[in-house]
């Protein structure tokens, strides 16, 4: 099939299903042809493999995301490899990024830890920002897989060790904690892109969905840690607030929000 007409065929088959046909036809094809989206225009005429196309077409019509098709996700100033074995970094994550790196300029912090470390794009994003040296964790092995990969494709190996445990209990305690952990309630109907495709263990945590950020506080306190952000659910500001009072936690916390204007994170101080 010629290039112009898998066009025009991919943009009707996806028509009814995402928002921007065209857009994620070209993507799907330049993924295919191993080429830049722009340069689609070039080879208009070029024949392609249909049965491999169709098979692309029809894994986005069965909504798998497109990141885990095409195997990768731009993410604060970079593009990162992705796959089924990790949670798809969200832009409001970025956020996030910035406020650790602010927070280890202010402070000349020199280490981080990272709880759930995923595909590795926050810690990967602060090393490529800092001079820090980075421990981070994950109960996945198939999530540690990818941020290896991707520790390799930025030759961060000297800054960056992860290591397959929960929480912190296989890392040094750090000047600085971050955390992006699943922070969902159970309970919730999450659309079937996000179901049916992402790890749920990167999802959702236990009562009502605070039960890991509660236990992260455990953990600061404990190790006296002196400085920390993590992100967290739009409605999980109280629950924070109470158990941070509860446990007693001497540490001044600002909370931050996302670019809807939810509550999404805090910063521990
Ligand atoms: C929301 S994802 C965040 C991934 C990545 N940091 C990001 O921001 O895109 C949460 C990650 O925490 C991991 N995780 C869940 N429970 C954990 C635990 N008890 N200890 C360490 N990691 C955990 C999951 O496997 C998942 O990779």
């Known amino acids: 099939m010629l290039i112009t007409k898998a066009l025009l065929w991919g943009q009707k ?26 340069d689609l225009i070039l080879k208009q005429i070029e024949d392609i493999d249909f049965d491999i196309f169709k098979e692309l077409i029809n894994r986005r019509k069965n909504l798998e995301p ?25 832009p409001e994550s970025e956020i996030l ?7 280890i300029k202010k402070h000349n912090i020199k280490s981080v830890a990272e709880i759930g470390v995923g595909s590795g ?11 820090v040296e980075i421990e981070a964790s994950d109960i996945s092995k198939e999530a540690i897989e ?7 494709k930025f030759k961060l190996e000297d800054k ?22 699943p922070y969902i309630d159970p309970e919730f109907k999450l659309e079937k892109n996000i179901l049916d495709y992402e790890p749920h263990c990167a999802l959702f945590a236990p009562k009502g969905g605070v039960e890991i950020l509660h ?5 600061i ?25 509860k446990i007693n936690l001497d540490r001044e916390i600002s909370f931050y929000k996302d670019i809807s204007g939810h509550d999404r994170g805090f910063v521990l101080h």
């Open 221 to 245: 306190k404990e190790k006296r840690i002196k400085y920390a952000v993590c992100e967290m659910g739009y409605d999980q500001r109280e629950s924070i607030k109470e158990y941070i009072l």
């Open 97 to 103: 990024v910035e406020k650790a790196i602010g927070l």
């Open 121 to 131: 794009v926050l810690s990967i994003s602060i090393a490529k920002e800092c001079d």
């Open 215 to 219: 236990n992260i506080l455990d953990i």
């Open 66 to 90: 497109i990141e885990y098709i095409t195997n990768s996700v731009s993410f604060y100033k970079y593009n990162f490899f992705i796959n089924k074995g990790a949670l798809i970094p969200r």
């Open 146 to 152: 990818v941020a290896k990969k991707n520790i390799e």
């Open 13 to 38: 088959e996806l028509k009814d299903i995402v928002e921007r046909p065209r857009l994620e036809v070209e993507i799907l094809l330049s993924f295919m042809l191993n080429c830049r989206r722009e």
């Open 160 to 181: 960056i060790v992860i290591k397959n445990c929960s929480m912190l209990d296989c890392l040094d305690t750090p000047e600085l904690l971050i955390s992006n952990p």
